[in-house]
């Protein structure tokens, strides 16, 4: 239904009321800037009430104006420019409380992880990785920085984890030589999609690799080449990536393979840990 939100609006123009058509019209020219108003602001700006928002979008077809608006963010998120995410942070951040609207946008993401997240996907990713004879980690951009603190974790649990490097294209594809039908990849992309991310699940896929997606909703291309898939929105305002839920679900991944692997995770870190204290990795505090 994302995907074709604006053409519902269009074809339903002739059988809605004034208000109604008020609101599709706005909606139809100012789509990026809808998509992350409430309803209140909405019927505001069109001379509307709130009530007469929600129901245009029962009209529509959503359960209620929240799933309209995500249609809608999910349609455009790839389609922004950084320019087009600041002019709508303007509109939205004005005269608020910016820390609260912040960090009240990324509880609401991860309401969102916590309530509609497939457990038995879930259960699924974790046998795959657990099963992989070598699990490849890909993320490049803003997603570079969650692959790396995955491969952190993951690297303590097992040997056999490569995060991929993306400084060249030419060097990805010499990471993943020897990729094959008994590996995993795991796949992190948030829009913007890079090409570079696509292209090389399509090599990994090719080479009869299993691929597991970390990204935001199933029209991402990542999703689309995937075997399977964990779901997180990432969208902010703005220029900045929100990638509060996608980490928040990585930590549950961990701590799931963690859990699976329980003796050896015990014996890992003890290890670890006399090594620390051996080398003097970790400063002590001064007893006072």
Same mark, same amino acid.
């Given at each position: 239904?994302? %995907?074709?939100? #604006?053409? $519902?609006?269009?074809?339903?123009?002739?059988?809605?009321s004034?208000?109604?058509?008020?609101?599709?019209? *706005? $909606?139809?020219?100012?789509?990026?800037?809808? +998509?992350?108003?409430?309803?209140? %602001? @909405?019927?505001?700006l069109v001379g509307v009430s709130e009530s007469t928002v929600v129901r245009f979008a029962s009209e529509l077809g959503y359960d209620g104006y929240p799933s309209m608006q995500r249609a809608l963010q999910e349609m455009i998120r790839?389609?922004?420019?950084?320019?087009?995410?600041?002019q709508a942070?303007?509109?939205?951040?004005? !005269?608020?409380?910016? @820390?609260?609207?912040?960090?009240?946008?990324?509880?609401?993401?991860?309401?969102?992880?916590?309530?509609? +997240?497939?457990?038995?996907?879930?259960d699924r990713v974790v046998d795959r990785i657990m099963d992989a004879r070598h699990v490849y980690i890909l993320g490049v951009r803003?997603?570079? =920085?969650?692959?790396? *603190? @995955? !491969?952190? *974790?993951?690297? @303590? #649990?097992?040997? !056999?984890?490569?995060?991929?490097?993306?400084?060249?294209?030419?060097?990805?594809?010499?990471? #993943? =030589?020897?990729?094959?039908?008994?590996?995993?990849? $795991? +796949?992190?992309?948030?829009?913007?999609?890079?090409?570079?991310?696509? !292209?090389?699940?399509? =090599?990994?896929?090719?080479?009869?690799?299993s691929i597991i997606a970390i990204t935001d909703n199933e029209l991402s291309p990542v999703y689309q080449m995937a075997d399977d898939a964990l779901l997180a929105p990432s969208e902010m305002i703005s220029f900045v990536d929100s990638m509060v839920a996608p980490l928040s679900l990585i930590n549950a991944l961990l701590i799931a393979i963690g859990y699976r692997m329980r003796t050896d995770v015990s014996r890992t870190f003890a290890e670890l840990e006399d090594i620390w204290n051996e080398y003097g990795v970790f400063g002590k505090m001064d007893d006072e």
């Open positions: 239904m994302a %995907k074709s939100i #604006l053409h $519902i609006i269009e074809s339903g123009m002739r059988g809605f004034k208000g109604q058509k008020r609101i599709a019209e *706005y $909606i139809l020219q100012n789509y990026d800037k809808a +998509a992350f108003m409430t309803a209140s %602001k @909405l019927g505001q790839s389609r922004l420019t950084s320019t087009q995410r600041i942070a303007g509109d939205l951040f004005s !005269n608020q409380d910016i @820390l609260s609207a912040v960090i009240q946008s990324d509880m609401d993401k991860l309401r969102v992880v916590t309530d509609e +997240a497939d457990r038995a996907e879930f803003s997603s570079s =920085f969650v692959a790396g *603190y @995955l !491969n952190f *974790y993951l690297h @303590l #649990l097992s040997e !056999n984890v490569t995060l991929v490097q993306s400084n060249a294209a030419g060097e990805i594809f010499e990471q #993943l =030589f020897r990729v094959g039908p008994e590996d995993v990849m $795991i +796949a992190i992309s948030f829009p913007r999609y890079s090409k570079v991310t696509m !292209n090389t699940v399509k =090599f990994a896929k090719d080479r009869g690799a």
